[in-house]
């Protein structure tokens, strides 16, 4: 099994472009956000560590834990930012560790994993290949102010708090430009997946 490990900064099309390799290669896919989000769910092993690190004050109604009040909670503290990253990272890591076991268990031939801190958290280690989605920063500002209704402040400091592209391009295998339409990406996903 090829695994295959997907970045690149916010608003890059990180998501359209594993869809496509999902449904054309019929590829596994995986997200650490969405592993991150299920291991924040009651009763999983994230949820009591991080309300007993921030506090109650971060619940919704529901009892589920509130990703803006989270962010809101570490906002401008950086101990606690690291405080809860060593609480989800090391729990993501090992989910990732056993559903990649488990695809290999049934014969899948390609696994994807999409993780915007692959390579701060050396998922090189598990990884056959590094992919970063490059998009210029024009194109990824309008694409968050458009389909997330993010302010330029915001923006701006996601993307500060990123890895530059130079980065990005030092620590990957292979780069694909998706800053023009999604016919031309398609393009370069089919020439490498060819080499694959």
């Not at 009651?42 to 560590?49: I, K, R, S």
């Not at 101990?79 to 989910?95: C, D, F, K, L, W």
């Not at 458009?146 to 295998?173: H, N, P, V, W």
Request: hydrophobic content about 40%; glycine content about 6%.
């Amino acid at each position: 099994m090829k695994i295959i490990g997907i970045t690149g900064g916010v608003g890059a099309g990180k998501s359209e472009i594993l869809s496509y390799l999902q449904a054309t290669y019929h590829a596994r896919v995986l997200l650490a956000d969405v592993v991150a989000n299920e291991l924040k769910a009651p009763g999983q092993a994230c949820y009591e560590p991080i309300i007993a690190l921030l506090g109650k004050e971060i619940l919704a109604d529901d009892g589920t834990i509130d990703n803006r009040k989270m962010a809101q909670a570490m906002f401008g503290n950086e101990e606690m930012r690291v405080a809860v990253g060593n609480i989800i990272h090391p729990a993501v890591r090992q989910v990732i560790e056993r559903r990649i076991e488990e695809a290999r268990a049934v014969d899948a031939e390609l696994f994807f994993l999409e993780a915007a801190l692959l390579i701060e958290e050396k998922y090189d280690e598990i990884v056959d290949e590094m992919w970063y989605i490059y998009t210029s920063e024009a194109v990824r500002k309008k694409r968050l102010r458009e389909s997330r209704g993010y302010s330029d402040e915001k923006i701006t400091a996601i993307m500060d708090s990123q890895l530059s592209e130079a980065s990005f391009r030092a620590a990957c295998d292979f780069v694909i430009d998706n800053s023009y339409s999604l016919e031309e990406t398609k393009k370069q996903i089919d020439r490498k997946m060819g080499e694959l």
